[in-house]
């Protein structure tokens, strides 16, 4: 069953499509802003007595050169190579926010693959992939305590934006440029810098993230009551 809704942050349509593409993973999830768009597919494996005491989770961010439509300048013009630092950055701040919502008692291995398919350069992709990822989550029978999402910060000359493009945050005005992840109740993770700025204003930087994201939170809600995917049972540890 493919579902489609869509959100406004800052003044522009942030889109969510579930059940079009990757059908055989646990959950996927396309996330579009602006001409920038990600796909995200999270898979766990089914089988029980694991007999790990830990959550073997692995995140994987991709920026493949087409998506930014361009060939690769490297000799045999193929994508080579480890990761790039933005990559593995990326995969961090995905990681951060999502690992502590799993039950204690969740030890499944369990990937997430954020594939960006276009880039815009103007709509940075590492928040899409982030609401990608609980999206996907949320839609599957992974156990989590979702949903989360995510918004990107700014504020030039005084006024604060939500999910800012890439030359508003590289503005010489842009003094604050923060990514805020939460629930419907609070903050799960920050991340960012800027200027010299008081604490009053980063903690009002904070709330607007928080209040920005709560349309991202009311339509994975929608998507999850829709898909109606039951979450796997766990066996409680004696």
Not at 96 to 110: A, G, Q, S, V
Not at 155 to 174: H, L, M, W, Y
Not at 202 to 216: K, N, R, S, T, V
Not at 217 to 223: F, G, L, T, V
């Amino acid at each position: 069953m493919e579902i489609s809704y869509k959100a406004d942050i800052g003044g522009r349509t942030f889109e969510i499509q579930v059940g079009k593409v990757a059908k055989q993973a646990s959950g996927s999830a396309l996330v579009q802003f602006g001409e920038t768009m990600v796909l995200v597919t999270v898979v766990a494996d089914k089988s029980e007595n694991t007999g790990l005491d830990f959550l073997p989770l692995s995140v994987e961010y991709q920026e493949k050169i087409y998506a930014a439509g361009r060939i690769p300048g490297n000799y045999f013009r193929r994508e080579v190579g480890r990761p790039s630092e933005k990559e593995i950055l990326t995969c961090r701040l995905i990681d951060r926010p999502i690992r502590p919502l799993f039950p204690k008692n969740y030890h499944d291995e369990t990937q997430v693959i954020c594939t960006v398919l276009s880039m815009d350069k103007e709509n940075d992709p590492d928040v899409l992939a982030m609401v990608g990822t609980s999206v996907a989550l949320e839609i599957s029978d992974i156990p989590f305590d979702g949903p989360i999402a995510a918004v990107r910060v700014a504020r030039v000359n005084g006024a604060f934006i939500a999910n800012p493009t890439i030359s508003q945050c590289k503005d010489e005005n842009c003094d604050i440029n923060i990514v805020v992840a939460g629930s419907k109740t609070g903050v799960v993770m920050v991340e960012g810098g800027g200027n010299i700025v008081s604490e009053f204003d980063m903690l009002e930087a904070i709330y607007f993230g928080h209040a920005a994201m709560q349309p991202l939170i009311d339509i994975q809600r929608k998507i999850k009551a829709e898909a109606g995917v039951e979450k796997r049972v766990l066996i409680e540890p004696e």
